[in-house]
């Protein structure tokens, strides 16, 4: 049995252009192509794909993913530490929900918040191997030491405002504004002064970081809950903004 890359793409909730991307990468070879050129994929694509979705919800990039696949070949094991690691998460998952729920509580009935309450669930470490290999150990070591200085209403107002940030950007990408346009780029200059509480932002760097909300699906789905595009205009917005100002 087999499916076309249209199939295998709605049913794993990505793009065919993405299938096809990871082709190119040499991650999700198609069992076949036919005649007319379209790409099927068979019953051990459809499980090698779901190996490269679940690395990508923990945070792999493609290199990282392709040097994982390629030193995991049996399949079964390599299911069952996957299996492991979304078990890891969903009991993080369920931290936050109970973290919220609290949060939700107090707040409501005028108690006194507690910070390891409000924030139990929510470790920014996990992704320290992720931002060490892609902007060294130096950048994760100096967010590490700025968000442990911050206390529990600096760290709140730090979330609310890239929160607020995403939900302009969304806002113009379902007005349909361009990228270079001024409200747009208004909002460009927020997310990099944003960005610049916590590090010196290089015009590779945001430039990259735009490039990364689009390519990894975690940035890609926290920006387009606001609306569809929104990612891909963060992205743009940010490249335009890096070139004439950066």
């Known amino acids: 049995m087999e499916w076309s890359i249209q199939e295998i793409a709605k049913k794993a909730g990505t793009t065919s252009r993405t299938l ?7 991650l999700l070879e198609p069992s076949r192509i ?12 459809l499980v090698r794909l ?10 792999l990039s ?6 994982v696949l390629a030193g995991q070949r049996d399949t079964s094991a390599a299911l069952r530490t996957h299996l492991a690691l979304l078990e890891q998460e ?9 973290s919220v729920r609290t949060t939700l509580h107090k707040t409501e009935n005028g108690e006194e918040l507690m910070a390891d309450e409000v924030f139990d669930g929510f470790d920014h470490t996990r992704y320290e191997e992720e ?6 150990r130096e950048a994760y070591e100096q967010g590490d030491r700025w968000w442990r200085s911050l206390d529990e209403e600096q760290k709140r107002a730090f979330i609310e405002e890239q929160a607020g940030i995403a939900r302009d950007f969304g806002r113009a990408a379902r007005d349909g504004l361009a990228a270079d346009s001024d409200e747009v780029q208004a909002i460009a200059r927020r997310h990099v002064a944003w960005l610049s509480t ?8 945001v430039v990259g970081l735009g490039r990364m909300y ?8 926290n920006y387009d809950k606001h609306g569809e595009g929104t990612a891909v205009l963060v992205r743009d917005a940010l490249a335009v903004y890096a070139e004439r100002n950066m």
């Open 20 to 26: 096809r991307h990871y082709g190119e990468r040499g």
């Open 34 to 45: 036919g005649a007319n050129g379209y790409r099927y994929y068979d019953q051990a694509a």
């Open 50 to 59: 779901q190996r490269i979705l679940l690395l990508r919800e923990l945070g």
């Open 62 to 67: 493609l290199p990282a993913i392709a040097e």
């Open 90 to 98: 969903r009991e993080r998952i369920g931290r936050q929900i109970a």
């Open 131 to 136: 931002v060490t290999h892609r902007w060294g």
């Open 198 to 205: 916590t590090t010196t932002p290089t015009k590779e760097y």
């Open 214 to 221: 689009v390519d990894d699906p975690r940035f890609t789905k």
